[in-house]
């Protein structure tokens, strides 16, 4: 909490500047791709390519269902003011509605910025449920985001996808629900986040190269945790509560395997 309170600070002290950015993936000709940005109501589809060149919402009572195969160019976001509606600075994807991704290990839905700003590796914020509803988040790559999914309030089914690069892998947070299954979470800052009276399963989930975290667990929440791989992190896991078990997990050359909060002086009684 205290690193997503100083990097909302860092954000609003450069409030007006304007970034530059580097050339982070080839594209094919923009001027020949869809682009989408702002609020998008009814039902929308996305397929083949297409670019998001500016923030979209998919506002409560709307839908965006992305097709298996479709590849998606992000556009950074060209200064760092954030309007009222979302949540970044950053360009985001933010569902307040219904979300339905159903990419596949053949044909997988793939984020990618195209540009980031110089000074990071991060191209975009992500995407963001905000009190979404009956969302699917399946057979993804998902690149380079400030955190790659985010849930407020929401409890999506994120399976099969492989985020790479992100700061933050997943965040669950204020009672989001979400089943977490068979995702790779590989070279960030932090794998899995449970916050705030937030209740996951995490299931079958490999989580490696994670600078510091691989699963964050506050005091407050109550995650479901079984048969996760949990390797090369400088943590394995982090836990906030004695009342979490984590049953068969595999832990793998992390520096520590399970650390503890300061606030628990007593032994974690748990189940392996």
């Given at each position: 909490?205290?690193?997503?309170?100083?990097?909302?600070?860092?954000?609003?002290?450069?409030?007006?500047?304007?970034?530059?950015?580097?050339?982070f993936?080839?594209?094919?000709?923009m001027?020949t791709?869809?682009?989408?940005?702002?609020t998008?109501?009814?039902?929308?589809e996305?397929?083949?390519?297409?670019?998001?060149?500016?923030?979209?919402?998919?506002?409560?009572g709307?839908?965006?269902i992305?097709?298996?195969?479709?590849?998606?160019?992000?556009?950074?976001?060209?200064?760092?003011?954030?309007?009222?509606?979302?949540?970044?600075?950053?360009?985001?994807?933010?569902?307040?509605?219904?979300?339905?991704?159903?990419?596949?290990?053949?044909?997988?839905?793939?984020?990618?910025?195209?540009?980031?700003?110089?000074?990071?590796?991060?191209?975009?914020?992500?995407?963001e449920?905000?009190?979404?509803?009956?969302?699917?988040?399946v057979?993804?790559?998902?690149?380079?985001?400030?955190?790659?999914?985010l849930?407020?309030?929401?409890?999506?089914?994120?399976?099969?996808?492989?985020?790479?690069?992100?700061?933050?892998?997943?965040?669950?947070?204020?009672?989001?629900?979400?089943v977490?299954?068979?995702?790779?979470?590989?070279?960030?800052?932090?794998?899995?986040?449970?916050?705030?009276?937030?209740?996951?399963?995490?299931?079958?989930?490999?989580?490696?190269?994670?600078?510091?975290?691989?699963?964050?667990?506050?005091?407050?929440?109550?995650?479901?945790?079984?048969?996760?791989?949990?390797?090369?992190?400088?943590?394995g896991?982090?836990?906030?509560?004695?009342?979490?078990?984590?049953?068969?997990?595999?832990?793998?050359?992390?520096?520590?395997?399970?650390?503890?909060?300061?606030?628990?002086?007593?032994?974690?009684?748990?189940?392996?």
């Amino acid at each position: 909490m205290l690193r997503l309170l100083a990097i909302l600070l860092f954000i609003i002290s450069l409030a007006g500047c304007t970034p530059r950015l580097r050339p982070f993936a080839d594209v094919p000709d923009m001027q020949t791709l869809p682009r989408y940005s702002g609020t998008l109501t009814g039902i929308t589809e996305w397929r083949d390519e297409l670019l998001i060149d500016g923030d979209v919402r998919i506002p409560t009572g709307s839908q965006l269902i992305i097709h298996p195969g479709t590849r998606i160019y992000i556009r950074a976001a060209q200064g760092t003011k954030i309007d009222p509606e979302f949540l970044s600075s950053a360009t985001e994807l933010l569902i307040q509605g219904e979300l339905r991704i159903s990419g596949s290990m053949a044909q997988p839905v793939v984020f990618t910025p195209f540009e980031v700003p110089d000074g990071t590796d991060y191209g975009w914020a992500g995407i963001e449920l905000l009190g979404a509803t009956r969302s699917q988040i399946v057979g993804t790559e998902l690149r380079n985001a400030e955190t790659g999914i985010l849930c407020v309030n929401s409890s999506p089914l994120i399976k099969d996808n492989h985020l790479s690069g992100c700061r933050y892998g997943i965040i669950a947070q204020l009672g989001s629900a979400p089943v977490i299954r068979d995702n790779l979470i590989e070279s960030g800052e932090g794998g899995i986040f449970c916050w705030r009276s937030s209740a996951p399963v995490l299931a079958g989930n490999r989580i490696t190269g994670q600078q510091e975290e691989g699963i964050h667990i506050d005091a407050d929440s109550m995650p479901t945790l079984h048969a996760n791989i949990i390797s090369n992190n400088d943590i394995g896991i982090y836990l906030g509560s004695r009342n979490v078990p984590y049953p068969h997990i595999q832990f793998n050359a992390n520096r520590v395997d399970v650390h503890l909060s300061r606030a628990l002086t007593d032994a974690v009684t748990v189940d392996r």
